[in-house]
């Protein structure tokens, strides 16, 4: 899977001069020609980026989502998508609603009706909207918690509701405030390894099903401008939920790693996952740098493995935001 980062901010300044002979028999005089300055170039600008918390009025978010229906005992998901070929998410100030659309025919818009006063997590955004038939619609969208204290530009979100077909489907995605293109690190080695963790597993096996939270999963990132290459581990862990809350000791669910190239020309990366311990069946993973000189990073990722001859079986679907 081919993908892309930020590329190098190029500048080019072109200085000309002109000279010339002069063949009359004698000089002649005459005034002294007043030399002409060269200009100066005009610096590029700064890019200006908002933080999250401060933006205000309309707003729109492109996203990267990974997304899945968790049926028992037949689950689907899909491959976490690449930045900006997911939920849309625009948010109308006048009306205080939220109106999101994308891929299987997601359409969702929750208003200040839908807000959801007690959301299970932190959330800057929350709202869940209970169906005629018992079954809820919700947005939720984080504070941008990591390992350590939070991040600035880049935020997580829980999507829930029903495909054109009214199966139900959920989405983990991340959004926020895109780095730009040309706006690049000043050095040519940048790692992330202070990231928070959203999502879950759900493990099949021959006792039945058991799920996990896996907030508690390690990751790291490293990009190489030089060689053009971003390097993904991640260690996925899992702690049981029963009857609703995560518990007990964390469970090994495999080490997975990806390595996603770029040409700087899309605001996205994205690349396969393989695993050095599981049977990787489609795993991957797909996102975008946030905030000045993509000091922050976010990406969904989906995970589809078993564990050799055990007989167990995972599908993950989560994000993950990062800071350095």
């Not at 919700?138 to 829980?158: H, M």
């Not at 926020?176 to 759900?202: C, E, I, K």
Request: net charge neutral; charged share 10%; glycine share 12%.
């Amino acid at each position: 899977m081919r993908s892309t980062v930020s590329a190098l901010l190029a500048g080019c300044l072109m200085v000309s001069g002109c000279g010339g002979d002069d063949s009359s028999p004698g000089p002649i005089a005459g005034p002294t020609p007043t030399p002409t300055a060269t200009p100066t170039p005009t610096p590029t600008p700064t890019p200006s980026y908002a933080r999250y918390a401060n933006i205000t009025g309309n707003r729109s978010f492109a996203s990267s989502c990974a997304s899945g229906f968790f049926r028992v005992p037949d689950p689907q998901i899909y491959p976490a998508t690449a930045f900006g070929e997911s939920l849309s998410l625009p948010y109308t100030a006048a009306s205080m609603t939220w109106a999101i659309s994308g891929p299987n025919q997601i359409n969702l818009q929750f208003g200040p009706a839908d807000v959801d006063t007690a959301p299970p997590t932190p959330s800057s955004a929350a709202y869940k909207r209970t169906l005629p038939s018992g079954a809820s619609e919700r947005l939720y969208i984080g504070v941008g918690a990591l390992a350590t204290g939070t991040a600035d530009y880049t935020r997580g979100a829980y999507v829930a509701g029903f495909n054109g077909s009214n199966q139900p489907i959920i989405h983990y995605c991340v959004l926020g405030v895109p780095t730009q293109l040309d706006d690049r690190p000043t050095a040519n080695n940048v790692s992330y390894d202070n990231f928070g963790v959203g999502g879950f597993a759900l493990e099949t096996n021959t006792s039945g099903v058991v799920t996990y939270e896996i907030k508690d999963s390690v990751i790291t990132q490293a990009v190489n401008l030089a060689t053009g290459t971003l390097n993904t581990n991640i260690r996925l862990v899992g702690r049981r939920i029963e009857n609703g809350v995560p518990s007990g000791a964390i469970t090994e669910l495999g080490r997975y790693q990806g390595q996603a190239s770029f040409d700087g020309t899309v605001q996205t990366y994205s690349a396969d996952l393989t695993s050095s311990n599981w049977q990787n069946l489609q795993s991957n993973y797909g996102g975008w740098f946030f905030g000045p000189q993509g000091i922050e990073t976010g990406f969904s990722f989906a995970i589809v493995s078993e564990d050799g001859g055990t007989g167990r079986r995972i599908h993950v679907i989560g994000t993950a935001i990062g800071k350095r």
